[in-house]
């Protein structure tokens, strides 16, 4: 006896359920279970994915025994639906469809109203006393089954029904009737023979035969080969077919199909909600064509079309106990199709439904309210990064809208406003009540204020990382990176995309979350944060190992991300206080400072504002960690640019514009990123550490005696090998340890370090030795470890993804293979030496899902992100740790 | 019983031997040996690093015991030399001397003379008959006892000698008379008396308890201290202390004192060779106020001065005998200290000598042939990092210098010659006839013609693997780099150095072995390569593991490397070729037209071009493997920087200044080490390197053709994934095998990678499945691991080598810990996959005996240096090879 290849269902009778995915494909699988459940689903049976490879086997020719089964099944069928395949009175049609393990929309081949053919098309017309509807549907049958069985150019058949319009003088299909629609068959058939050279299969089982073998090679056509390429599928899994009845709703007015939500997709409302038509097929629905009824009263909304719940309250009570049948099943919001054929109610398909972010936090409250979930299985049921959309503006999906151009989808949310191209323009206009877009080719530190008075950032150049990138998704602020077709003129004021041209004073509105520019204002919607997403956040965190830390430079963006959560901060970069009007100025000097003295008279000046910043950082996180890091960027960043600030910085310091371009011009670097920054600076110059150090601990020992609980964690950037932090920590201890003894009270405080060169990963165990805690800086461990500017990548990264040489922009999601390895052996290493080493990490990888999961699998203490990622990093922390167990 | 504390040494007698270092210490063991063999020593004692630790523990006082075996010990002096300590009339005096298990120069204490007091200094008087240097030992032993035992500062003594000058109205301690020292001495011990509150001790066994204690305290000095922290030495190891019998060559005519050598230090030649004064003191043949004499008949050179052969023959003789004994015994050169007191030779000291490197390897082959050392020893007796002194020119050493500044010894060799500050400019007066030194800044690819045309290049920026060192060491050309005291003033055509200021044409002479600039022509020296050096580097070679290749781009320097002893290239750059100047300017074509076929155009001038220069190297290499790489460095460093060239360039490619200057700018990079180079050019613009791989196997088909045996390695640059390799190679492998097929010949040929960034290492199991050989590339490996530009880290890494924060500059040593923890993982990692995966490196670190010793541990297949480090390699890669077995 032959394998077992054909599993039926129908009825109340199923050889499968949903646990043979593999064998019976994911559709195949889902229609037995949903009978198994005693769902009305049309009956038909699974033809299994090993005889999809026993097909290859045998040359592509259906195997021994196979055909036998099929016959089995099709007598069950026939028995269970009291009607016959080929039956002249009233036939059985079917529908043939792949179904592999996994869904892959659109790759392979169907065919409907199988069982056709000159005599059975009389059974149906007998059947549904609708001749046109018969004919209509053969001559569909003709045409699909011409072109998927028989391998016809589909445009060679279509040419006929054209052609039949055109001699009646008509423009819709519609408007043939039964008499036009026949000989239209006719007329089908005998292109089919001309064409092929055969005759149109009119044996039923014929065509049966055909059409599977048809679904079978699908399998391998050229598109379906590149999409599990793509997809990571493996060729040898095979498809699986099925063959159903074929049930029609629109065979007469107590015909109807429909579509419906167990709840509300939108907003997560537990109403059952749906569209249906009366006489209808199952695409006329979502077509748009004619307007869909309401399938029940409560979800009537401005509808004043009858609902199913009127109309046939039999049936909607019948399909009420279906929907929650399985949604109870399923444990899920359900997506329904159904056909209503002569007044027999058929679900033709249930999924989990897609929703928005809204509506899965609601949904999955609810469910756990409801007893279907558990707050384990709540918590995974919402992507992190959709979140993103329920705390940030979006345009108003029903606006019109006129796409520009698309750049990287660089920070979340959406803005409109006018153009202007500096960021002091941009603080002008602000102060004059304008909104205002800061274009800009790229940014630097210098246009941190501008950044912050505009609604939204649009860059040409630069990456997912580049300096814009990064501060707007710090300060919440929606941005367009890298979009390359914008070209930038400040000369004229103006860009260029293409041949238009958009002025200062133009509007456009930016969409972050998708890096799309439009043309003009669009409204944009503004989210609100209910009490289900608060209720929904402290399930996550009850599950999550990790903790989450905010990347946070100014007391608002502290608070902004204690309010999302955040619990402590994990990378305050100091030298963005450094830009603000009020210092540059000291900072240049400090620079500019040919001697000891001259940079500690600058400093002495600097001093009190770095303290005030602290000051407000450490109140904003009271009884929270807070990690500062020491000045990072190499010197030259802070300089002026433009030769006006130049001109007027050599007056202000009585220097000659000469001697000052030539200071500025000897700090040059070929390579900044990889110079004389970070630690290397602080041993250089130890009196800006010292300085910094100082105000630290100043402020913290102010703070202290204010009531303030604080907790300060120093940390030396840029650490290669552990003589850089030996040499740097003992000076901060000193300093530290006498501010703290000069205060009189008590302060514990770390001095630790960031882990962003390979090397600092590799000699862990020795920095360990020296560092109270590790934070991992993968934005430069990506840099160095792959030897890849984020600067510069922009040039070739996009055609490395679009060529899929890398998976994805390492420095979005973090390299697992490279990255990650360095950043495994720097903890086991680090934890080698201080077994309770706290470790972190504050790269920009911090806030993204899969790069948390990766922190969390490999023992992280906490991750850090910035502020409107922290109830991301929350949710995906959560998930990972109950992934783990 | 306490612990043996004292090992006594004399006569014939010896209680320690060579073997008992961490016990009496180097000195300590080596006289003991000394003694074992029969060389004639003034016998004493050594007590034992034990005791040293035991006056620690003993609250720094003598232990107990220890007194009671040092008079024990000085019995059986006092027996050998028949005299006794504190004797009134032929009283013995010691030197008592610290003696750690290593050397530690001038960190710890030492007296001499020991044992005087008024009444034993009557004796001496008597026994040397000579009451003036009687008196001079007995004011010399108060001075420095008072000082090191005593706690006086030297000074304060030290005056009391100037009074007595000043008084007698003389200049010299010379002129003062044995009745002036007399008195002396008693103001001395007045002073110390006054200083201190104590009496100067009279009792010799006090003096003797006070010296041994003083020694043992100087082992925990701040300077010692901190000269064991920067050398590694464990504290606990302690100082041993000798005790020994002073002799004197300065008791009068009989009496004489000298320095000789086994072998002559300058040839090698196996001569006994040295000088000596009469009645003198060991530091007066050194001083150079006395002319010494020659020691013998066969080394008297010009001397006209009598002979210690023609003298004292007796003696002479028996020096010989000693000699001979002690070269057998240390089978090595000796470096011989002796003084003859009263007819009687003790010997000092002896220690193998230094040399020059021709005498190191004469020496050695000589050795060999006599049967004292075999091959495995000679090998290992000559640093391999000398050899460069036989490969290149030196300054003549009697010459007169005038140091004007000094940089790094960026490569190595002597070169005078005007300067000049172009390299075009270097190229006209080179075919002018002139000997020109270029001056830059820093040199870029453009310079290199120039550079070729130099003597010797200068630049005031740039570390050791700058541009111009790279490059200059490739070419074998002396080199200084990173001179930052020369200001170099293009516009003026001048550098200046302080307020000196030199013109074009002024003469300048460069040592590039040490990094020093002088003003003026200086003689240079030219070695000449020796027979003995041949058979030296012979016997290297037949223990190396290691295979060494070069880094050579042309066909010159190719046969220059393969006449050193090159076993093939390790890394042949393409890009130089690139910068000639009948290629740049399609070069410039490629880079900026904006399409395929423009740049498709240009290329297909540069291809027959490059496939010239690779036959020329494939000639030069027959036999042996080349490995070329592909195109690397970022396309923007080919273009012109000059304003002149760039409106020359847009005259000859027709388009507008403008139009190029915009072109040039897109092409700018803020990071180009980590930007568009390397194997992104190649995926990018894939014509670039089909063009390389076709003019490369191309060319190897037409050497096959010729007879030539060519094994070309193609190696594609910057891979940090392996599907950049996978692209690539896909493509490569096409091109090459159709071209062969084309040949109609057999070639095998191989595809790998460079290994040059984190990433690669750490992936380089997969990497490995494409890769059919790694060469690590540890120059950019450094660059990345540590996060450090090499041309900008001369801003603080000078200050880091410094202050010990790294140890040494890894761009010239390969840091094990970091970048070497990489290449072993690398190493490891590719093995896996492919166990018998070639690797070599062919980063400057090749080149290094150090890192050599580290490639030979890590298993790698070959090493790849330029030319004329070919043989320090082989020396290097041998010594590796010995040390492991």
Not at 191 to 206: A, H, M, S, W
Not at 239 to 263: L, P, S
Not at 668 to 694: K, S
């Amino acid at each position: 006896m032959s394998e077992k290849y054909v599993y039926s269902f129908g009825g109340d009778y199923t050889e499968g359920d949903a646990g043979m995915r593999d064998l019976l494909g994911g559709k195949g699988a889902n229609l037995a279970e949903m009978i198994k459940i005693g769902v009305p689903v049309p009956p038909g049976f699974t033809i299994t994915t090993t005889a999809c490879i026993a097909f290859y086997d045998n040359d592509r020719s259906l195997p021994p025994g196979l055909e036998d089964q099929v016959r089995e099944a099709m007598a069950r069928t026939e028995a269970t639906m009291g009607r016959k395949f080929g039956d002249r009175d009233n036939p059985l049609l079917f529908s043939v469809r792949s179904g592999a393990r996994v869904s892959m929309p659109g790759m392979m081949d169907t065919v409907l109203n199988l069982g056709l053919n000159d005599e059975t098309v009389q059974g149906l017309i007998k059947g549904s006393d609708n001749p046109r509807f018969a004919y209509d549907s053969y001559r569909r049958f003709i045409q699909m089954y011409g072109n998927v069985v028989m391998g016809i150019e589909g445009e060679k058949l279509e040419v006929l029904l054209e052609q039949a319009k055109k001699e009646k003088g008509v423009k819709l299909d519609t408007e043939l009737d039964a008499d036009d629609l026949k000989k239209l068959v006719g007329s089908l058939k005998a292109r089919v023979k001309e064409l092929t050279g055969n005759d149109f299969p009119e044996d039923p089982y014929d065509q049966l035969w055909g059409a599977i073998s048809a679904v079978f090679n699908s399998w391998n056509t050229k598109r379906a080969i590149t999409y599990r390429k793509l997809n990571g599928i493996p060729d040898h899994w095979g498809t699986a077919v099925n063959v159903q009845t074929m049930v029609f709703g629109n065979m007469g007015d107590d015909c109807a199909t429909g579509v419906a939500f167990t709840r509300d997709p939108s907003t997560g409302e537990k109403i059952f909600y749906g569209e249906f038509l009366i006489n209808a097929q199952g695409e006329d629905v979502v077509a748009g064509i004619r307007t869909p009824q309401p399938i029940n009263e409560i979800g009537r909304g401005d509808s004043d079309l009858p609902s199913l719940e009127t109309l046939m309250p039999d049936i909607y009570n019948e399909l009420v106990e279906v929907y929650q049948k399985l949604e109870k099943h399923y444990r899920d919001m359900q997506d329904l199709e159904f056909t209503i054929e002569r007044h027999k109610l058929w679900l033709l398909q249930t999924r989990n439904g897609k929703r928005t972010v809204k509506a899965a936090i609601k949904i999955a409250v609810d469910m756990v309210g409801e007893g279907l979930i558990d707050k384990k299985e709540a918590v995974m049921r919402v992507e992190p990064d959709k979140l993103d959309n329920l705390l940030h503006p979006t345009l108003d999906p029903k606006a019109e809208k006129e796409l520009l151009a698309k750049g990287l989808p660089a920070s979340p949310g959406a803005a409109s406003g006018e153009i202007v191209f500096s960021a002091d323009e941009a603080e002008e206009m602000k102060e004059a009540g304008h909104k205002v877009i800061l274009v800009r080719a790229e940014t630097s530190p210098e246009d941190i204020n501008g950044m912050n008075a505009a609604e939204g950032i649009l860059t040409s150049r630069g990456g997912m990382t580049s300096h814009a990138a990064v501060v707007a998704r710090g300060m919440g602020k929606c941005c367009v990176a890298g979009c390359s077709a914008v070209v930038v003129d400040y000369d004229n004021e103006c860009f260029k995309v293409g041949d238009r041209v958009f002025k200062k004073g133009d509007v456009i509105t930016l969409d972050g979350s998708t890096g799309e520019v439009f043309v003009g204002r669009i409204p944009t919607i503004t989210p609100q944060l209910t009490g289900d997403f608060a209720t929904f956040m402290s399930w996550a965190d009850e599950f999550r190992k990790l903790n989450v830390r905010t990347n946070a430079d100014t007391p608002h963006d502290a608070k902004v991300a204690r309010d999302f959560g955040a619990e402590g901060i994990g990378l305050c970069r100091t030298e963005h206080m450094f830009f603000e009007e009020s210092r540059i100025r000291a900072v240049r000097e400090m620079i500019l400072a040919d001697s000891l003295e001259g940079r500690e008279h600058a400093l002495a000046k600097l001093k009190p504002e770095q303290k005030k910043d602290f000051i407000g950082i450490f109140k904003a996180m009271d009884g929270l960690p807070v990690t500062i890091r020491l000045l990072d960027p190499p010197l030259h960043e802070f300089l002026p640019q433009e030769e006006d600030d130049i001109a007027e910085l050599a007056g202000i310091m009585g220097v000659s514009v000469e001697a000052l371009k030539e200071r500025t011009e000897s700090l040059h670097e070929f390579n900044p990123m990889l110079g004389h920054r970070g630690c290397r600076l602080g041993i250089a110059y130890p009196e800006i550490y010292d300085m910094q150090v100082a105000a630290i601990i100043e402020a913290a020992c102010d703070c202290v005696k204010k009531g303030i609980s604080v907790l300060p964690e120093i940390m030396i950037p840029l650490v290669a090998d552990v003589n850089e932090l030996k040499f740097l920590k003992k000076r901060s201890i000193a300093i530290c340890d006498a501010a703290i003894k000069k205060a009189g009270i008590e302060l514990k405080y770390m001095i630790g370090t960031m882990i962003e060169l390979p090397r600092a990963a590799l000699t862990a165990d020795a920095i360990a030795e020296e560092a109270e805690f590790f934070s991992f800086g993968t934005n430069d461990l990506t840099q160095t470890t792959f030897g890849l500017s984020r600067d510069d990548a922009g040039k070739f990264l996009p055609a490395y993804i679009e060529q899929k040489i890398f998976p994805c922009d390492p420095f979005v999601s973090i390299d697992i293979d490279g990255v990650g390895a360095l950043v495994e052996i720097g903890v086991t290493r680090g934890r080698t030496t201080r077994p309770d080493l706290k470790v972190g990490i504050c790269g920009e990888h911090g806030g993204e899902p899969k790069s948390v999961a990766f922190c969390h699998k490999t023992g992280l203490n906490y991750v850090s992100c910035s502020p409107f990622r922290v109830p991301i990093a929350r949710l995906a922390a959560a998930q990972a740790a109950i992934s783990d167990i």
